[in-house]
């Protein structure tokens, strides 16, 4: 066995717990759901908030993988623990769940982790509106639920994106969710190619989201959920503002974790003889060091690193407390500032440029590149 499968499968089976699927359910003819059965011993570690998510670490063939999905159920409104996944054209994760694992196998799952989910004040008339394209439906499912449950006098909407009804992931459901909480939830579909002739054909734009708006808002006291591609996220926000809706009211979640190549090219910081996105201290001569020191929770600490490995896997491995959640390079939670010597990342992930100039690094993406690395949790 390789040095990083056997790296892989330490970290492995230190952060997950195998879960077994107790069904698999097909939603659309390109997304399935898994049930899991949570062990009687374990059911604290997987108690979990709405819109929350979980990483699976898989092996397909020889390639050791992590890939992040949110769970579709809502801790007041499901009893069971379920993710749905939608399958990626070429995609090795999506597709080798979808392909190849069935009701009965185990699955090396973490404990849920994010904070996708803010709950507003009960009993405050809130109105939440839900934006979702696609996959994009998960999070925002969970969370439809959640709120609608625990508060009653909250009101929900959801304007839900498609190619054509038979992509509409929990169709049926859906419905049924709507009949359950009558008035209180409306729900609209927008098909951009739709198969029967449609009042809303066409692609889920800024105009129509302002339609959903001016149809629906009639409150101050709004939170909207998004999650879809980026282009939909950015139009949902854009028209969500134009109607007063303030930024921090407007919650986003992104399942896309890397920039297409060319835009990171001309983004990233020379990258000398590395191959990737360089962070910290450009001038550094590139070395494999065999330790960095690590600012975390106030306390510096210097720990072993393997240069082929992640930082943040290194200080887990050394015994530290590192904050972190995807490992997935998708939540930013553990980020950090490289405040002296230099790392790299092999893409610029989710990080502005204004992270990478001001030398925040994902350490769950970055491996050190330098001799005399100091990275800060604390002050970023
Ligand atoms: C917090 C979080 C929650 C997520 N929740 C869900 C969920 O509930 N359901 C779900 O189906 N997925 C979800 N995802 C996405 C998921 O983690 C994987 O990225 C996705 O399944 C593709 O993995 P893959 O291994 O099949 O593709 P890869 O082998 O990683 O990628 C293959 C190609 O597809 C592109 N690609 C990767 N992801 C996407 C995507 N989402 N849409 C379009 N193109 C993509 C890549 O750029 C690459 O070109 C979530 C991601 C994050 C970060
Ligand atoms: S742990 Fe989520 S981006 Fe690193």
Redesign the pocket.
Known sequence: MSESAERFLELRDKLTIPLKVAEKIQETPDAYSFRFDIPADQKGKFQYRAGQ?VTLFLSVGDKH?R????LCTSPSHDSHFQ????Q?E??????YLANQINSGDSIYVTPPQ?TFFQQLERGQDAQYFFFAAG?GI?PVFSIMKETLTTDPSAKAFLLFANRDEDHIIYKDLLAEIQQKFGDRLTLEHQLSQPKQPSDNAGRCDETRVKKFLEAHKTSDNVQAYLCGPDGFMDCSASALKQFGVSEDRIRT?S????IPAEAAATESAPAEELDGVVIGDLSAPTTKPSKIKAIINGQSVEVDVDPEISILESLINAGQNPPYS?M?G??MACMAKVTSGKVVQDDHGILTDENVEAAETLTCQARPASDNIVIDYDNL
């Open positions: 998510f993988i890939r992040s999905y949110s993710i749905t996944v939608k990626v070429g995609g090795l994760g999506s597709n994010g996959s998960t979640e399942f896309v974790t890397v995807c997935d998708a939540c």
